[in-house]
C-alpha cells in the first residue's frame, strides 16, 4: 500500500552568522548548511494496519507525512501510496488520502461545520448517496448533527477533531493520514476519537498512519509502531515486539505493614519510595519475583505486591537512550 | 473509457471546456462561503468600505489642494487629474475586491493553510483566489465610479461606443497589470519568507505614480515606469488616449493601446513564476 | 536607558534576516525623494510666486518629508505591537511584566525609531544631498530647533498610535480603520504638501489639529520658515499636544489595563 525506498530529505539552511557586527554582515550572508530530515529510510504498510509514527520533535516525523500526502518532493529515494507517486500525481494522490493536522483545521474557520463539509462534498465530487451515507456514519459514531450548525471557531478543541475527522473521510479516502490528533483533547473526547478510529479501520479497511506523542494512542490503536528520531528508523516493530525485546524489565511494588528505611535488594533497584511503599526494577531474565519477594517477605511483613509491566513509554525511552549511546548523543 | 487515437482530440476541447466551467463553478463556490464568511464580520464591512472612501478622499483632497495654488499641473487641471486617479481607482476596485489577499501569502504558508490547499485534488490557484474576498473594494467602486461621473461632465466628454469600450478595457487591464505586480511579489514569500515589506512599497510607490501624470517627471522616471515596472499603463497612457492629451508624452503617447497586452503579458509572468514558486515551496519546505 | 538599547538592537537582528527589505526600502524612499523633487520643480517653473518660499526651501522640504517617512510612518508604532499581541494572546506577558506598559510601548517605539532613523533616514538623506539638492538647515540654531522639535513630532505621533492601540484593544481590528488613520495624517501633518498651501477651511482645520506636529512644524524650522518667536510657538504647540495626548493615553490604558486583566487577554 505504501512503499517508501531510501526516502531522504534535505534542506538548505541560511547559516545565520553571529558575534560582532553579525547584524550588518547578515545583510550581505550567503553561507548555507544542509540539514538532512529524513535520511535513507525504508518501510512498507499494508492496507489496513494502523501504524503510529512516533519520534521527538524535529526528528522528521512531519516531513515524512508531507512527503507521503504530495506537499514536498523528496530528495531522493522512492515513495509510492496505493501505486500513485504522491508528489508526481498530486491530485489523483488526493483523492484517496485524508489529512488531519492536529493543530489546524482544514475547515472553514467562521461558517457552520456543515457548510465546510458541503463544499469538500463537492471538490471531493463525492455522490449525493455517498455523502447521506457517511453524514448518518459520522452523526452515529461521532455525534456530529449536535454541532453541525455550530462555526468551526466556536467548537472546542473535541468537536472540531470530530469534525476534521468527518472532513477527512468524507470521500472515503483508502489512507488516513493523522499528524498529532489527540493533543490537547480531553480524556474523554480521546477515548471516543480512538473507537471511531478504530471502527473505521475495521469496517472500511482504511489504512491509517499516526503520528503521536501520546502512548496511549500508540497502546489503544496500533497494531505497529515505527520510531523516527534524527530522520532515520530505529525501530519498525510490532506493539507486542517492542515488549519482547526491550520488555524484561518488570517493577516489583512492595506495600510493608509500616514505613521502613529503604534497603537494597539484590539484583534489584530501588526506583521509588513512599510512604510504605517501595518500588523495585529488576530483569526478569536475571531474578525471578518469587526469590526476590521472598528475600524481602522474610525479613519484613508484606501486606499487598504487584509486579508491573514497562509502559510502552518507558521502553520507548531505552530505545532512544540507546540509540543515543549507539551515535554518541549525550 | 475508449482510448483509440480520435477519441482524445475530440475529447480534448469539449474535455478542457469541462474542465473550464469546473474549475469556475468551484471558485464561485469557494467565493460564496468567503463571503459569508466576511459577513460575519458586519462593523468590519462598513468600517472598511468607509475607511477606503475617506483614503481616497484624502488623496484627492491633496491634488485639489495642488491644482488651487497652481492652477494646473503641467497642463494637467482638476478635472483632468480626478480622471487620472478614477481610472486607476476603478481598476483597482476590482484588484482589491478579488485578489488582495495576494499579497497575505506569506500567511498561507507560515501557517500551513497552503499545505491544506496540497491535499485537495482542485488547483492550488483556485483555492487561494477563492479563499478571500475584501469587500472594502466597494468603496474603490464608489469613488471611482464617482470621480469618473464627475469628471467626465466637468470635462465636456462626449463619447461614443468606442471610447466606452476602451474605458472598460483601460479598467480591465488596469486591475490585471496591478494582480500581476502583486503577484509576482506575493510569490517573494516562495523564495524569502516575506514580501509584505515589497508589497507596501510598490503599493506606496504605485500611489505617487497613479495621482500624478508621468509627464511631470523626468525621462528616467518614465522608463522606469513604462519599460521596468510598467504602472504607467494602468491608467496614465489610457488616459492620454481617452482625454486626447497624447502630445504630452511626446512619442509615447500612443501607448495607451497597448495596455491590454502589457497586462496579458505580466499576467503570463505572474503565473510561471507562481509555478514555479509552488514547486519551490515543494522542495524547500517553509 | 538600556531598554532603549535593547529594543534598538533587536530592530537590528530583524533586519539582517530580511536584508532584501531593507535595500528595497531604501530604493523606495529614495524614488519618494525623486518624484517630489520633480513635482516641485514642474511647478516651480509653472508660477514661481505660488509656493511662498524659494525652489531650494521647498524641495529640501519634500526631501526630507520623505526621508522621515521611514520613521514617522503612522502605520509603525505602538498600535501594531498591541495588535500582535492580542491577537497571539501574548498580550499576558506584557501585563505581567514589572514594567508601566505606556513606557515599554515608548521604549519599543523608540529604539526602532532610533535604528530606522540611522539606517534609512541617514543614508537617504545623503542620497538627496548629493543628488537630488537637498539643503542643510537654514542656519545653526535652526538645525538645533530642529533637532527638538523632530523629537517632539515623535513623541506626538507615538501618543496617537498608543491611542489608537488603545482602542484596537477594544475593537479588536483595526486594519480597516488603520487606512484612513494613515492618510489622514499624513495629509494633515502636511508631509508632502506643506500647510501654508492650504486653502480655506482646509487650512485652518490642519492648524488647529495635532498632526502638524509630526511633519509640519519641524520641517518649517529647518527650512527656515519658522524662525525665532514662530518657531519656539510652534514647539510650545507641539509640547501642548503632547501632554494632552499623552494624558489621554493614560486614562485609556487604565480602563483597558483593567478590562484585559477581567477578560484573561
Not at chain 1, 202 to 210: G, I, N, P
Not at chain 2, 190 to 219: C, E, K
Not at chain 2, 223 to 240: C, K, M, S
Request: aromatic content about 14%; some cysteine.
Amino acid at each position: 500500500m505504501i512503499i517508501a525506498n531510501q526516502l531522504t530529505k534535505e534542506f538548505k539552511r541560511l547559516k545565520s552568522k553571529e558575534g560582532f557586527m553579525s547584524g550588518i554582515r547578515n545583510l550581505f550572508n550567503t553561507d548555507y548548511a544542509v540539514k538532512r530530515a529524513v535520511d535513507d529510510i525504508s518501510f512498507e504498510i499494508q492496507e489496513g494496519e494502523i501504524v503510529g509514527y512516533i519520534g521527538p520533535n524535529g526528528a522528521g516525523k512531519s516531513t515524512s507525512i508531507k512527503m507521503l500526502t504530495g506537499i514536498l518532493v523528496p530528495t531522493s529515494g522512492h515513495l509510492e501510496v496505493n501505486g500513485i507517486v504522491p508528489y508526481k500525481d498530486r491530485k489523483t494522490n488526493a483523492k484517496q488520502i485524508g489529512v488531519v493536522f492536529g493543530q489546524k483545521t482544514q475547515l472553514w474557520w467562521d461558517v457552520p461545520v456543515i457548510e465546510s463539509l458541503r463544499l469538500l462534498k463537492d471538490i471531493y465530487k463525492v455522490s449525493d448517496q455517498q455523502y447521506k451515507h457517511n453524514l448518518e456514519m459520522f452523526n452515529d459514531l461521532l455525534e456530529l448533527d449536535k454541532f453541525y450548525q455550530t462555526p468551526v471557531r466556536q467548537l472546542s478543541l473535541g468537536q472540531r477533531m470530530r469534525a476534521d475527522l468527518a472532513a477527512a473521510l468524507l470521500h472515503n479516502p483508502k489512507i488516513l493520514f493523522l499528524d498529532e490528533p489527540t493533543i490537547g483533547v480531553d480524556i474523554v473526547a480521546k477515548e471516543r476519537l480512538r473507537t471511531f478510529i478504530k471502527e473505521i479501520n475495521r469496517e472500511q479497511k482504511v489504512t491509517v498512519l499516526l503520528t503521536t506523542h501520546d502512548m496511549g494512542d500508540i497502546e489503544k490503536l496500533c497494531s505497529r509502531m515505527m520510531i523516527i528520531d534524527y530522520g532515520q528508523v530505529i525501530y519498525d516493530g510490532s506493539v507486542e515486539q517492542i515488549r519482547k525485546t526491550n520488555g524484561a524489565s518488570r517493577t516489583l511494588v512492595v506495600e510493608f505493614e509500616q514505613e521502613l528505611e529503604d534497603f537494597a535488594v539484590p539484583r534489584t533497584e530501588l526506583v521509588k519510595s513512599e510512604g510504605r511503599k517501595k518500588w523495585y526494577r529488576f530483569n526478569r531474565l536475571e531474578a525471578s519475583p518469587s526469590d526476590l519477594i521472598t528475600f524481602i517477605g522474610s525479613r519484613y511483613p508484606i501486606i499487598d505486591l504487584t509486579v508491573e509491566e514497562p509502559e510502552v513509554e518507558q521502553m520507548v525511552r531505552t530505545i532512544y537512550e540507546r540509540q543515543g549511546q549507539k551515535v554518541g548523543v549525550v | 473509457m475508449a482510448d483509440w487515437p480520435g477519441a482524445k482530440s475530440i475529447r480534448g476541447s469539449s474535455y478542457k471546456e469541462g474542465k473550464v466551467i469546473e474549475t469556475v463553478s468551484i471558485y464561485l463556490k469557494l467565493i460564496k462561503i468567503s463571503m459569508k464568511s466576511r459577513m460575519q464580520y458586519r462593523a468590519d464591512f462598513f468600517t472598511g468600505i468607509i475607511s477606503v472612501i475617506i483614503l481616497n478622499a484624502v488623496n484627492l483632497t491633496l491634488i485639489g489642494i495642488l491644482v488651487n495654488r497652481f492652477a494646473h499641473l503641467n497642463t494637467w487641471n482638476l478635472w483632468e487629474m480626478v480622471f487620472l486617479y478614477s481610472l486607476w481607482v476603478m481598476g483597482h476596485s476590482i484588484y482589491s475586491l478579488l485578489f488582495w489577499h495576494f499579497n497575505t501569502l506569506e500567511d498561507y504558508l507560515v501557517r500551513g493553510t497552503f499545505d491544506q490547499f496540497l491535499i485537495r485534488p482542485i488547483g492550488v490557484l483556485v483555492q487561494f483566489l477563492g479563499r478571500e474576498i475584501q469587500y472594502m473594494g466597494i468603496g474603490d467602486v464608489i469613488v471611482g465610479a464617482t470621480g469618473l461621473v464627475l469628471s467626465y461632465s466637468k470635462l465636456g466628454l462626449n463619447w461614443g461606443m468606442f471610447e466606452f469600450s476602451w474605458l472598460i478595457a483601460a479598467i480591465l487591464s488596469g486591475a490585471i497589470i496591478e494582480l500581476a505586480l502583486a503577484w509576482l511579489i506575493a510569490c517573494l514569500s516562495f523564495w524569502t519568507g516575506r514580501s509584505v515589506t515589497a508589497y507596501f512599497v510598490m503599493m506606496r510607490l504605485n500611489l505617487m505614480v497613479q495621482q500624478y501624470p508621468v509627464d511631470i517627471f523626468g525621462t528616467w522616471f518614465r522608463v522606469l515606469v513604462t519599460g521596468l515596472i510598467p504602472v504607467a499603463f494602468i491608467n496614465y497612457y489610457p488616459t492620454l488616449l481617452l482625454l486626447g492629451k497624447t502630445e504630452q508624452a511626446g512619442g509615447w503617447g500612443w501607448l495607451g493601446m497597448m495596455s491590454p497586452v502589457v497586462a496579458l503579458l505580466l499576467l503570463a509572468l505572474a503565473m510561471l513564476v507562481w509555478r514555479i514558486g509552488i514547486k519551490r515551496y515543494s522542495s524547500t519546505g517553509s | 536607558m538600556r531598554l532603549f538599547w535593547s529594543f534598538t538592537r533587536q530592530a537590528f537582528h530583524n533586519t539582517a534576516v530580511y536584508r532584501f527589505e531593507f535595500w528595497l526600502q531604501l530604493f523606495s524612499v529614495f524614488f519618494m525623494m525623486y518624484s517630489v523633487f520633480w513635482v516641485w520643480k514642474i511647478l516651480y517653473k509653472q508660477s514661481p510666486g505660488a509656493f511662498g518660499v524659494t525652489l531650494e526651501q521647498m524641495v529640501t522640504y519634500g526631501i526630507l518629508g520623505m526621508a522621515l517617512e521611514t520613521i514617522f510612518h503612522p502605520g509603525r508604532g505602538p498600535q501594531t505591537y498591541i495588535t500582535e499581541q492580542i491577537r497571539s494572546g501574548s498580550i499576558d506577558t506584557d501585563l505581567t511584566k514589572p514594567l508601566d506598559f505606556h513606557v515599554h510601548m515608548f521604549a519599543r517605539n523608540f529604539g526602532e525609531t532610533i535604528f530606522r532613523f540611522g539606517t534609512l533616514a541617514m543614508p537617504s538623506l545623503a542620497i538627496g544631498y548629493l543628488f537630488l539638492d537637498f539643503r542643510l538647515p537654514a542656519s545653526f540654531t535652526n538645525g538645533v530647533v530642529f533637532t527638538i522639535s523632530l523629537f517632539l513630532g515623535f513623541m506626538v505621533l507615538f501618543s496617537l498610535n498608543f491611542l489608537l492601540g488603545m482602542l484596537s484593544v477594544v475593537t479588536l481590528d483595526i486594519r480597516s480603520i488603520s487606512w484612513a488613520y494613515n492618510a489622514l495624517v499624513r495629509f494633515f501633518a502636511g508631509q508632502m504638501v506643506p500647510l501654508w498651501l492650504f486653502p480655506g477651511f482646509v487650512g485652518t482645520l490642519a492648524a488647529v489639529l495635532p498632526f502638524k506636529s509630526i511633519y509640519f512644524i519641524p520641517l518649517s524650522i529647518y527650512i527656515g520658515k519658522m524662525n525665532g518667536i514662530e518657531a519656539w510657538q510652534g514647539i510650545g504647540f507641539q509640547l501642548i499636544w503632547i501632554a494632552v495626548l499623552l494624558l489621554f493615553g493614560r486614562l485609556a490604558w487604565s480602563k483597558v489595563h483593567t478590562r484585559l486583566v477581567i477578560q484573561g487577554g
